[in-house]
């Protein structure tokens, strides 16, 4: 999603329910995709990546999926935990130049007890 | 333990000051790369290297400056000229088009 100002967008979700995250990317050419998961303080932490000429990929209780015709990656993530609280972000090659990766601004997902 | 490190993790200046903030690995990765990050948004581009002895400015390189000259170390200088440098920064390093990031150092001007 997309932020306003100093605020990012929100998800908040019930721990032990299936959490998704989406993410609207810019660049058509782009044939990589990487999730990160960033906590409070600290530095982005890979999560999962997919190329383009996947539809869907899993890790451990991480679904990356993504719709090329739409530009759309989405996040999902199965029962939620306490430590699944940070912000997401989604993170596209833009067509694999040098310069590497162009990042989204995020989402902070809030687990409720 | 492979990885990469950042130091320090919190930085304090006073304005006129040029600061170096550290960013070493041990991952044998080429490319290096340092942003910024601000509240609310995505990370920003400062510099880029693709291999020893070069590197290239990004999106936003003004009033900074960086040095390769080994592998596993790439420096970045916030320097006087950066009119607004508290942020929080963070260096990563590739292998192909995945990139790992250090721990961050927040840079505070005073």
């Known amino acids: 999603g997309e932020s306003v100002g100093l605020h990012l967008p929100t998800l908040s979700v019930q721990e032990g329910d299936n959490s998704i995250i989406n993410c609207a990317y810019s660049n058509s050419a782009s044939d990589y995709f990487i999730w990160y998961k960033q906590e409070s303080g600290k530095g982005p932490q890979f999560i999962i990546d997919?190329?383009?000429?996947?539809d869907k990929r899993q890790g451990q209780r991480v679904t990356v999926l993504l719709n090329k015709t739409v530009k759309h990656l989405s996040l999902q993530i199965a029962a939620t935990q306490p430590g699944d609280s940070a912000v997401y972000f989604c993170a596209e090659n833009s067509g694999g130049g040098a310069d590497g990766l162009t990042f989204g601004k995020g989402t902070h997902l809030i687990i409720q007890p | 333990d492979g990885g990469i490190t950042q130091s320090p993790k919190y930085l304090f200046r006073k304005e006129g000051q040029n600061v170096t903030l550290s960013c070493e690995q041990n991952l044998n990765h080429d490319a290096m790369y340092w942003y910024r990050q601000d509240p609310g948004q995505g990370l920003r581009l400062i510099y880029y290297s693709q291999i020893v002895n070069d590197f290239q400015k990004g999106d936003i390189a003004e009033g900074y400056s960086v040095s390769r000259e080994k592998k596993e170390s790439f420096p970045l200088t916030v320097t006087s000229a950066q009119k607004n440098p508290t942020a929080f920064y963070l260096c990563?390093?590739?292998?192909?088009?995945?990139?790992?990031f250090g721990p961050g150092t927040r840079l505070t001007v005073l």
């Open positions: 990563a390093s590739s292998e192909l088009d995945t990139q790992y």
């Open positions: 997919i190329r383009s000429n996947m």
